[in-house]
Nanobody, 122 residues
């Protein structure tokens, strides 16, 4: 089984910065991809940023140039550096990962974190 735990959310003023972290633990052979999603009140969950095992990244248009996703393969972690935050970035941010399990036939499993609240307000 694989668990994801996010941290780093909080309240920040417009124009400020936050760094979110997500740590994967459990029976992990390899991490295929790690993705940040967010969900604002009354809105659908949307993809924010993706990073693949080889380091390829992809971003939603709304965060390009402001957010940077990175990963630490040794720590099974992924990070989201968020700069120049705007009120519309307010949401619960979730970490998601496709992981090849280290047990048995090494199936690929999908895991979600519990989410961390980011609020951008003056």
């Amino acid at each position: 089984q694989v668990q994801l735990a996010e941290s780093g959310g909080g309240l920040v003023q417009p124009g400020g910065s936050l760094r979110l972290s997500c740590a994967a633990s459990g029976s992990i052979f390899s991490i295929i991809s790690m993705v940040w999603y967010r969900q604002a009140p009354g809105k659908q969950r949307e993809l924010v940023a993706t990073i693949l095992s080889g380091g390829t990244t992809n971003y939603a248009d709304s965060v390009k140039g402001r957010f940077t996703v990175s990963r630490d393969n040794a720590k099974n972690g992924v990070y989201l550096q968020m700069n120049n935050l705007k009120p519309e970035d307010t949401a619960v941010y979730y970490c998601n990962a496709y992981v090849q399990s280290a047990t048995g036939p090494r199936p690929i499993v999908n895991a979600w974190g519990q989410g961390t609240q980011v609020t951008v307000s003056s």
